[in-house]
């Protein structure tokens, strides 16, 4: 079956980075386009970035262009956010997900805090 396992997340200063990674199985990953989405408390779930199965195409949130890399590697089925100059509001559960199909991981909360 299809799993989405993200790791990675915690607790880090604003200024500071992350990187997310998101292990993919039971699907063709590398046929797959694939997002990180992200969930503040009381807010709805937003999109972060989208990159295409082949990787040569992404897209971003404008509130995260220039801080966060959005990559991946088809020969490992793993997804990765690199998250640079944290943010308080970059606060959240960060989550893998594959559209086709609508696929997602269980999270991996972000938190940004002085």
């Known amino acids: 079956q299809v799993q989405l396992v993200e790791s990675g997340g915690g607790l880090v200063q604003p200024g500071g980075s992350l990187r997310l990674s998101c292990a993919a199985s039971g699907f063709s990953f590398s046929m797959s386009t694939m997002s990180w989405y992200r969930q503040a408390p009381g807010k709805e779930r937003e999109l972060v970035a989208r990159?295409?199965?082949?990787?040569?195409?992404?897209n971003y949130a404008d509130s995260v262009k220039g801080r966060f890399t959005i990559s991946r590697d088809n020969a490992k089925n793993t997804l990765y956010l690199q998250m640079n100059s944290l943010k308080h509001e970059d606060t959240g559960v960060y989550y893998c997900?594959?559209?086709?199909?609508?696929?997602w991981g269980q999270g991996t909360q972000v938190t940004v805090s002085s």
């Open positions: 990159i295409s199965s082949g990787g040569s195409i992404t």
């Open positions: 997900y594959r559209t086709q199909g609508a696929y």
